[in-house]
C-alpha cells in the first residue's frame, strides 16, 4: 500500500491505522469507482473496535470490504469509512476420525481455506472452489454452487457489534440465513472469524477432493468471465415477481430472459460490455467507468421490461452512491407503470 496518511486520533494514536482518501480500484474485481475518505485495515479485534469508534467519533458510515468480487463503487467513491479486515489466520480447533471444526479469519481469502483443509484431509468447501472472496464476504452473503450453501457447514461465529464494539460468540442459526442472505445485511454486526464443522477423511479421499476442486475452477473459468467483473450482476426474481408461466412454470433465472433479449457478447456502453460467456455478467474489458457499467445495467433492464414486463434487481452490491442509480421496481425513477398485458411478453 502506498501514500497512505495515518489520521491522528487520540483514542488510535498507537496505530497507524486509519488512512485518508485511499484509491478503491484496485480494490475490487470490476477495477471501478473512486476513492474512500477514510480507510482501515484491522488486523485483530482491538484494531475492529478502534476502527468503529474512529467512525463513531466522527459521524462516518462504515463498509466492509473484502475482495471486492461483488460490489460496484460509485466513480465518486465512498463517502465515508472502508475497513478491509486483514483477520488472515485459520486453525483446526477440534478433531476425530469423522469430523473436524476449522476456524477462519474473516479476511482470509476463502481459496487458501479450502486448500488449508485439503492439505488436512478436511473436505466439504472444495465445493465453493473457483467463486472469488473472503471469508467475511463468503458468510455475509451465503455463497451457493448448485445445490451447496456455505450456511450447511457453519457451526459458529465470531461477530463485533457495530455500536459499541462489544465482541461476542453466535450460533449457526442467529445468522438467519437464506438465499444470498445473512443477518449482516442488517448491519449492525460484522464477522471476525467462521468455525466450520466438515468432514475428516482419508488419503485417498482428499485426493479426490483436490481433484474436485481442480475441476469444479476449471468448470467455472470455462463458464464464467474469471476478471473484470462482479459475477452475477442481477438477483433471480422471486415466484410473486413473475405474473405469467412458461410451459407451466414460472422461470425465475434472471439469464434466462437475459438470453432471450440477445445481450450476451452484444450490448455494451464503452469499455463496459454483457459477458459473452454469461448473459447476466457484465465485465470491464479495458478502462470502463462505473457510470458505464451503471447506464449498461440499465440498458439491460429496459429491454428485459420491455419485452417480458419483469424488472431485474441487482445481486451486485451497489457501493457509495448517494441515490440509487439503477430502475427500481416503483417510486421515482421507475420504469414500471403497470403490468402488460400477455402479448407484451413477447415469444417466449
Not at 14 to 43: H, M, V
Not at 196 to 223: M, N, T, W
Request: hydrophobic content about 40%; overall charge negative.
Amino acid at each position: 500500500m502506498q501514500n497512505l496518511t495515518p489520521i491522528k486520533n487520540q483514542k488510535v494514536k498507537s496505530e497507524q491505522l486509519i488512512f485518508e482518501n485511499i484509491p478503491l480500484a484496485d480494490k475490487n474485481w470490476f477495477r471501478t469507482g473512486g476513492n474512500a475518505k477514510f480507510y482501515a485495515e484491522p488486523k485483530n479485534g482491538i484494531e475492529f473496535q478502534q476502527a468503529l469508534f474512529f467512525a463513531k467519533e466522527h459521524n462516518q458510515e462504515i463498509f466492509i470490504l473484502g475482495k471486492g468480487a461483488n460490489i460496484l463503487i460509485s466513480d465518486n467513491g465512498f463517502d465515508g469509512l472502508v475497513l478491509c479486515p486483514k483477520l488472515n489466520e485459520f486453525e483446526i480447533v477440534q478433531e476425530d476420525n469423522e469430523f473436524a471444526l476449522v476456524k477462519s479469519g474473516a479476511g482470509a481469502d476463502f481459496s487458501d481455506l479450502i486448500n488449508f483443509c485439503l492439505e488436512n484431509n478436511i473436505v466439504g468447501l472444495e465445493e465453493f472452489s473457483g467463486i472469488p472472496g473472503t471469508v467475511g464476504g463468503s458468510v455475509f452473503i451465503n455463497i451457493h454452487y448448485f445445490e451447496f450453501l456455505l450456511s450447511q457447514f457453519i457451526e459458529s461465529a465470531q461477530v463485533i457489534e457495530k455500536s459499541t464494539g462489544a465482541i461476542k460468540t453466535v450460533d449457526k442459526n442467529w445468522f438467519e440465513f437464506g438465499y444470498n442472505y445473512s443477518t449482516l445485511h442488517k448491519d449492525a454486526h460484522y464477522l471476525l472469524n467462521a468455525t466450520f464443522k466438515l468432514k475428516k477423511v482419508d488419503d485417498k479421499f482428499a485426493a479426490y477432493s483436490k481433484g474436485r476442486r481442480d475441476e469444479i475452477i476449471r468448470h467455472r473459468q470455462k463458464r464464467y468471465p474469471i476478471s473484470g467483473t462482479c459475477g452475477s450482476f442481477f438477483r433471480n426474481f422471486f415466484e410473486h415477481e413473475i405474473p405469467f408461466e412458461i410451459c407451466g412454470k414460472k422461470i425465475i433465472f434472471v439469464a434466462y430472459y437475459l438470453d432471450k433479449i440477445g445481450v450476451k457478447g452484444q450490448l455494451k456502453v464503452n469499455d463496459a460490455i454483457v459477458s459473452y460467456q454469461h448473459a447476466n455478467m457484465i465485465v470491464n474489458v479495458a478502462n470502463a467507468k462505473t457510470a458505464d457499467i451503471i447506464e449498461l445495467a440499465k440498458n439491460m433492464q429496459k429491454l428485459v421490461y420491455e419485452k417480458f414486463g419483469i424488472l431485474p434487481q441487482p445481486e451486485c452490491r451497489l457501493i457509495g452512491f448517494k441515490e440509487y442509480p439503477l430502475y427500481p421496481i416503483n417510486g421515482p425513477g421507475s420504469i414500471v407503470t403497470e403490468t402488460p398485458e400477455p402479448d407484451h411478453w413477447g415469444n417466449l
